[in-house]
């Protein structure tokens, strides 16, 4: 079973930053973990789940939501088990709960559909303030 647990949420003011972190106890492909997908999506109060980032695992393969390209920045630690969203410039409307979540997939992996994914972390709360 997998688990993921993401931490480094809090509050900030506009502008701010914050680097959330997400562990995973192992990968959730049964056919390689190189297929691997390492998703961040956010939710706000009485709004669906929304892609903010995604990377293939041990891959520079990155693709962002356009409302966080240019701020965000979603990258993975050289052991492979942790991967980061590094929140520049943040702005009141990036407000959210924010989870990990993980799947397995050789094709591209996705961020417009959060049921498309297997696992999620139980979320990290970010509240920006103006």
């Known amino acids: 079973q997998v688990q993921l647990q993401e931490s480094g949420g809090g509050s900030v003011q506009a502008g701010g930053s914050l680097r959330l972190s997400c562990v995973a106890s192992?990968?959730?492909?049964?056919?390689?973990?190189?297929?691997?997908?390492l998703a961040w999506f956010r939710q706000a109060p009485g709004k669906g789940r929304e892609g903010v980032a995604v990377?293939?695992?041990?891959?520079?393969?990155?693709r962002y939501a356009d409302s966080v390209k240019g701020r965000f920045t979603i990258s993975q630690d050289n052991a492979g088990n942790t991967v980061y969203l590094q929140m520049n410039d943040l702005k009141p409307e990036d407000s959210a709960r924010y989870y990990c979540?993980?799947?397995?997939?050789?094709?591209?992996?996705?961020?417009?559909?959060?049921?498309?994914?297997?696992?999620w972390g139980q979320g990290t709360q970010v509240t920006v303030s103006s």
């Open positions: 979540a993980t799947m397995g997939s050789w094709y591209p992996c996705p961020l417009s559909r959060p049921d498309a994914y297997d696992y």
């Open positions: 192992e990968f959730s492909s049964s056919l390689s973990e190189f297929s691997s997908c």
């Open positions: 990377i293939r695992y041990r891959s520079d393969t990155t």
